[in-house]
């Protein structure tokens, strides 16, 4: 092979890398960013480019459809000291290239940094049932608070979803006695209750039925004494009232022994009004 074969290859090898150094095709949902001598240039939309070999250079490409962000879990201490177990998704979209790649070192991890610490003081703020119930609450917040910090790496916060947010383990097995304990003593409120309706019941039923013996009795008396003064001015005796009273408590006292299961015998006097007056001494 002589010098001049080698030089002609030789410097078709440069022209080929010369030429692949300066035409640039960027894809569709992409933007490319040149620096000229380490220095910012432009910027590359989808399409085909020149550029100059060997003086510029593409430092960067940037993706610039819809990014997927995920948040990992983490542990958040509320404010009545409960500790739950959260994590999230962010939607992000890159709107400004150069200051999404010379803003800051990394836009995907300072956002993900940026939702964890702004999640994390969010749901501090907020006590443990407050914060189970108002996801929609805590991503509306969450969005507006870090929308500022994005526009300023040149990028849109298009939506931030609370992938989970839960009590920790340790929360769950204190949240599950202290819901145990809460059905144990409305068991035993309602227990109590109805012991105590029971007991007021029966004291009505007792009284009730008191009073209505009591108004028997009244009434029996009632009838005793019209049947006395009956007795009384029929025979026109002193002692006869007493008598007849005497005798019916006799006979009803003599009717109760028949029925008993333990009599066998009963002895009824042949003259009942003599021996009433025989237990005054009256003959």
């Not at 010369?18 to 910012?40: D, F, H, N, P, S």
């Not at 227990?191 to 009284?207: Q, V």
Request: proline share 2%; charged share 25%.
């Amino acid at each position: 092979m002589t010098a001049v074969t080698v030089v002609v290859i030789a410097l078709f090898i440069f022209a080929a890398i010369t030429i692949a150094k300066g035409v640039r095709v960027v894809e569709q949902g992409m933007e490319w960013v040149v620096e000229r001598l380490g220095k910012y240039q432009k910027t590359l939309e989808p399409g085909l480019h020149i550029i100059i070999p060997y003086i510029d250079r593409v430092a960067y490409k940037v993706v610039t459809k819809d990014i997927i962000l995920d948040i990992e879990q983490q542990e958040v201490i509320t404010r009545d000291n409960a500790v739950i177990l959260t994590n999230a998704l962010a939607f992000i979209k890159v709107t400004d290239t150069v200051k999404a790649v010379y803003g800051v070192t990394d836009f995907s991890e300072a956002i993900r940094q940026l939702v964890q610490t702004t999640l994390r003081s969010i749901v501090g703020e907020m006590e443990l049932d407050s914060a189970l119930s108002s996801r929609d609450q805590i991503k509306a917040r969450l969005k507006e608070s870090i929308a500022d910090e994005a526009i300023d790496w040149g990028l849109t916060v298009k939506s931030v979803e609370i992938q989970d947010i839960k009590p920790s383990e340790s929360m769950q097995r204190a949240m599950e006695l202290q819901a145990s304990a809460e059905r144990e003593r409305k068991a035993a409120v309602t227990k109590a209750e109805g012991e105590k309706t029971a007991m007021i019941l029966e004291s009505e039923g007792r009284l009730e039925s008191a009073r209505r013996d009591a108004e028997a009795q009244v009434t029996l008396a009632d009838s005793a004494g019209q049947a006395i003064q009956k007795v009384t001015a029929a025979v026109q005796d002193r002692d006869a009232p007493m008598l007849f009273l005497l005798g019916e408590k006799y006979i009803a006292a003599m009717e109760k022994m028949a029925t008993s299961n333990n009599a066998k015998v009963v002895v009824v006097p042949a003259d009942l009004q003599d021996a009433l007056r025989g237990l005054f001494g009256k003959r």
